[in-house]
């Protein structure tokens, strides 16, 4: 009996998100051509194609740069994820979401991939097209 109180304790309060998915996504970084350095907020980089690994609970920035190619800057958002609404049906279920939004288990970024095509820098690369 003791050990399944404990069990059912330790269900609710570790979050059904965070057991499922974690608290971080793996984001895959690709581009055309390859070889650009991915950098995010915190400092993580890469070289295209590459993964990087973000927190779910917030959102954030990943930058592509590559000599002789305009810099990119996307957004990556997180989102609140459908299927941690369900946490709430179960048993103790508001413990289990709150545990959710508070360690970024109740959350998913988007997009989860970027494939990019870089724009070569018309300024390095030679003189500009009348216009």
């Not at 399944?4 to 965070?18: D, E, I, K, N, R």
Request: glycine share 12%; aromatic share 4%; charged share 15%.
């Amino acid at each position: 009996m003791k050990v399944s109180l404990l069990f059912l304790a330790l269900l609710v309060l570790a979050g059904c998100g965070m057991i499922a998915h974690g608290t971080s996504q793996h984001i895959r970084c690709t581009t055309v051509p390859s070889g650009a350095v991915v950098s995010t907020s915190d400092g993580t980089t890469c070289s295209t194609p590459c993964t990087i690994t973000l927190k779910r609970k917030k959102d954030d920035f990943v930058t592509f740069r590559r000599e002789g190619y305009d810099t990119v800057s996307l957004p990556i958002h997180a989102v609140i994820s459908t299927n941690s609404a369900g946490n709430i049906l179960l048993p103790g279920g508001l413990v289990c979401w709150g545990v959710d939004l508070a360690s970024g288990g109740a959350y998913h970024l988007e997009p989860a991939s970027v494939d990019l095509n870089l724009t070569p820098d018309a300024g390095k690369s030679g003189p500009r097209p009348p216009g």
